[in-house]
């Protein structure tokens, strides 16, 4: 017995030494992870790296800009990607240009939005039209914000509100705003009855509170930290990084609607249809009620994924309560119907109670970033996760288990070689991509060496191959194209009727390929005998 001890600790320690060597790069490669390509660039860096699951660089841009911070890959193979002018009047995250650049690394196109009252900041996103979703902060002065009826007990500094915009490009450097929002154009406060917007807060969720704890961050008051869209929905989430909650508003109003209280397709205009993590926000619950600690990158996951039509986040946790310190990956199932509207119990919070907790490390304190991150569910069931202070980027299995997991050694002037602790290596959020991705239609994706300085000459990766490589099927199989300009094809063995969002039938019997170029712009509800439903924009 005490011979195979030794033999155990024996593998244990050359293990150990091992993976202690690769301190930066690729670090672990099985047989479970997903073969997707990631793309990422480091906060300090004016670098974005496209790497291969044996953390070789397959396309690297360069700017003039480091991140300001999001980014992605467009269909056609070109990089969106946010950076930051060096704004002096507002705080992290800021960004003020956004660019594109094309496969070849050439710059298409670049566009700034900066100046003493406004910046272009944290997130973009973009939609299927081709325009660009970004989040902008807009000052207003401390004598505005007390006169539509903020405390005056909070310093005298100015206050960020934010404003979510939608923007179609133009040219080589210039940008045409076609829709806005305003978070200061939904405001209500109880504190005094002459000034505008006074309610009584536990009876409007679906404003904002502008005495909700100011003190805590009098400038950056919500630090708007991701947007995403859902074009079937054709509704906007946000992640509210100061409130400790996201919001989802519906983008199908006009501009003109989205300043008031009416309008688009839930009727509601500008207001909140929904939001969740902290109901003390609207009056609703207790510090005890909280359930998101400075979240980022809430996002709805693809029908087609593990979570499908769900909303999915990174917790980080930071303030949370209780001994232990540590982030968490989450999902919330939203009180949807079939029509895109959120239900609530009269005098309740909005559900649901918890999220499905999707991850956390088996020693939960393993697994903690304070600040950025981010998480994307995977075509395999799997999921990369950001762990964006430490510059760790990892794929989990449903099991929880580690199947890949690279260090980012780019810290912007320093590149840190293989057997160097790391620092200031922070990542905002990495993406993920499959090799049959449409941008990397007729591309070569030839591997050129590692980033990291002196790379180790002995190989641990393993390449993905497809008979080991089981996809998640989701259960509804849904229509496409979705959103539909023409023609949408309806699946199934049942015939399925087509409902507008009132709950009116539009058209009975669909089945295959169906025309649906006479119908109206807007969300639809298709149902078949057999009880399974999906919802389908028409997009002309």
Known sequence: MKNYTILFLGFFFCY?????????GLQVSTKGQSGNYVLFSPLYSTETYLIDVCGKQIRTWSSQYPPGVALSLLKDGSLLRAGSVGNTKFGSGQGGIIERYNWDLSLRWSWQLSDSTQVLHHDIKPMPNGHYLAIVWEAHTRADAIANGRVTSFPNVPVWSERIIEIAP??????????????????MQDKDPAKPNYKVVKEHPELININYYPAATPRDWFHINGVDYNPVLDQIVLSVHSLNEFWIIDHSSTTAQAKGHTGGLRGKGGDLLYRWGNPATYSRGTTADQKLFGQHHVHWVPDSLKYGGKLMLFNNGYNRPGSETYSSIEVITPPLDDFGSYGRDTGAAFGPANPIIAYTAPKKSDFYSAFISGVYSLYNGNMLITEGNNGRLFEVDSTGQIVWQYQNPDAGTTLYKQGETPLSTQVFRAESYRANFAGFTGKKLIPNGEIEGQPLPTSIC????????????ADLNAAWPNPANDVLYVPGQSAADLYDMQGRLVQAGLKGNVKVSHLQDGCYLLLNNTGMKTRVVIQH
């Open 170 to 187: 133009v040219g080589k450097d210039s940008a045409t705003i076609v829709w806005e929002w305003r978070a200061w154009d939904h405001m």
């Open 16 to 24: 150990h030494v091992h993976s202690q060597d690769r301190t930066v």
């Open 462 to 473: 393993y390449k993905a191959q497809n008979n080991h490589v089981t996809e998640y099927k």
